[in-house]
């Protein structure tokens, strides 16, 4: 059975750095690509970037582009996002979710707190 | 850029109407590239449809997406209580995903 379990909350000050986890289980980590998609409170789905499991390319969304970088440990089946430079508009709930063309899986998602 | 427009922002309905939700792209969309998902309140999105037409597993057979080039549609044929929820489409092209701004399906 597929998961995807993603770390826990974190508040973080403007500024300040975050990096979240998402745990993958139940088929073949390299197969497939992990999406990260954003969510601030009471708005709809941002699309962030992707990053290649099998050779860690990565693609970000312009909107991202120079904050963000996804990484990926093929041995713990796990993928990262880290955000730098967090403004207080980044509070949101963050999701990683399976998938290259359409996202069939989706962690529970996460939620970062950026307040001074 | 390509943008994905959802129509209309909210919908209400009352359980056993049929619903019908519109998303229209700038451009044209490969249809093997666009997909429904349906979001409750405090829960991660689930796929409903892929390839513009596909149910995804376990989705109910009263959920059907049609459509193809900027013009795809959601159907819901007989909403259940379960059902009330927003929903978003969802494209990808040139490495690149596309939300739309959603549909909010809401109780009358």
């Known amino acids: 059975q597929v998961h995807l379990v993603q770390s826990g909350a974190e508040v973080k000050k403007p500024g300040a750095s975050v990096k979240v986890s998402c745990k993958t289980s139940g088929y073949t980590f390299t197969n497939y690509a992990i999406q990260w998609v954003r969510q601030a409170p009471g708005q709809g789905l941002q699309w962030m970037g992707w990053i290649n499991t099998g050779d860690g390319h990565t693609k970000y969304s312009q909107n991202f582009q120079g904050r963000v970088t996804f990484t990926r440990d093929t041995s713990a089946t796990t993928v990262y996002m880290e955000m730098s430079s967090l403004r207080d508009d980044d509070s949101a709930v963050f999701f990683c979710?399976?998938?290259?063309?359409?996202?069939?899986?989706w962690g529970q998602g996460t939620l970062v707190t950026v307040s001074s | 850029e390509l943008m994905l427009t959802q129509s209309p922002g909210t919908l209400s309905l009352s359980p056993g109407e049929r619903a019908t939700l519109s998303c229209r792209a700038s451009?044209?969309?490969?249809?093997?590239?666009l997909g429904w998902y349906q979001q409750k309140p405090g829960q991660a999105p689930r796929l409903l449809i892929f390839a513009a037409s596909s149910r995804a597993t376990g989705i109910p057979d009263r959920f059907s997406g049609s459509g193809s080039g900027t013009d795809f549609t959601l159907t819901i044929s007989r909403l259940e209580p379960e059902d009330f929820a927003v929903y978003y489409c969802?494209?990808?092209?040139?490495?690149?995903?596309?939300f739309g701004q959603g549909t909010k399906l809401e109780i009358k």
């Open positions: 979710a399976r998938g290259s063309v359409t996202l069939d899986y």
């Open positions: 451009q044209s969309v490969n249809s093997r590239y």
């Open positions: 969802q494209q990808y092209g040139n490495s690149l995903y596309t």
